[in-house]
């Protein structure tokens, strides 16, 4: 004879379980809830009304979580028909999604020998395993870049206290406007006039790395420019013990004027980063965001640059210093790490 009420009996570690639960599939998020309901003191047959199940039913997975815990409210193998392709469908398909190639469902077809299922069953074994999207240019890379970046955190390590470090780098913007896809209405699409004739402006700059201060100028991309920035460089703090420049592997930062700007000034010290490797650069994400800003945006060559000096005017040292996000860069120890947990 069955008990008139079955309740359920968790531990903290279970209950948490459960409610982990409550983030799965649609049939386990039910199990779950009715097991949660019975901890909270109701019995079967009042669960049974609420989520609109037989009451045997509750009593079933709450005698099923009793015996197996929340393991047990999984769905338990059961026979069926095999499904289409075989078990080692999906294996073959990763196999081939490994190599490299412009893999579409015909080609995997062709591929996997033409199995006896259709393109579209075929399509939903893709699926399991794969998503459609593009793949994404990365630099080649530097071998010895392990090596240049421990160099680089070594001689960081070694600096006096309240060295100036900054980050510097350069980027292009256009007068031919660069265009993201964007929320449009329904009606109509939007349309960005051309200029014409393009132009490019290059954009210097450097981030320090603890106050969040940012330099930059606007020319050309030449030693001449790089050297300009590096006189701001040095006068923007002038009370540091030493001014750090990490820049890239650009050929205007090894021009002779360069060096000899540098070997003329002992406190001023110009390190390089590894080869084909941008993002070790925390300045890159500052460009990023920049040209974030002047998206899908048609103007003339001076409000082009106009845009280019409003970014910079509406962003304060601290909002430029989140953006590039400088204790991600390897570059850095973990001294140069911020915790901004402590605010909230």
Request: some cysteine; charged content about 20%; aromatic content about 8%.
């Amino acid at each position: 004879m069955r008990p008139p009420c079955v309740y359920a009996n968790a531990s903290a570690a279970e209950h948490e379980r459960l409610r982990a639960l409550l983030r799965g599939r649609g049939r386990t998020v039910v199990r779950a809830v009715m097991v949660l309901l019975s901890l909270h003191g109701l019995s079967p047959a009042q669960i049974a009304v609420l989520v609109e199940y037989d009451p045997a039913t509750v009593r079933r997975w709450i005698g099923r979580f009793n015996a197996c815990g929340a393991a047990g409210l999984a769905d338990r193998p059961r026979s069926g028909r095999p499904r289409l392709g075989g078990r080692r469908l999906p294996a073959r398909i990763t196999a081939l999604l490994e190599r490299p190639g412009p893999w579409t469902v015909p080609r995997l077809h062709r591929y996997l020998r033409r199995p006896r299922i259709s393109r579209r069953t075929l399509y939903r074994r893709v699926r399991q395993v794969a998503v459609w999207r593009r793949p994404r240019l990365v630099a080649r890379g530097d071998p010895a870049r392990t090596a240049v970046v421990a160099a680089i955190v070594k001689r960081l390590r070694l600096l006096p206290p309240a060295t100036a470090v900054w980050t510097a780098d350069e980027t292009h913007v256009h007068l031919l406007p660069h265009l993201r896809s964007s929320w449009t209405t329904l009606a109509q699409r939007p349309q960005i006039a051309t200029p014409g004739k393009n132009r490019q402006l290059t954009v210097l700059g450097a981030l320090e790395v603890t106050t969040g201060a940012f330099r930059y100028r606007l020319g050309r991309r030449c030693a001449a420019g790089f050297l300009a920035l590096l006189q701001q460089l040095v006068t923007a703090l002038p009370t540091a013990p030493a001014v750090v420049v990490l820049c890239d592997n650009d050929s205007i930062h090894h021009a002779r004027v360069v060096r000899e700007f540098v070997a003329a000034r002992p406190g001023l010290h110009l390190w390089y980063g590894a080869r084909y490797s941008p993002h070790d650069n925390p300045t890159e994400r500052v460009w990023a965001a920049l040209k974030a800003f002047l998206v899908n945006t048609a103007t003339t060559w001076p409000g082009r640059r106009r845009q280019v000096h409003a970014f910079f005017r509406a962003r304060s040292p601290g909002q430029l210093l989140t953006t590039a996000a400088p204790w991600t860069s390897p570059w850095f120890p973990t001294s140069y790490r911020q915790n901004f947990w402590k605010g909230a």
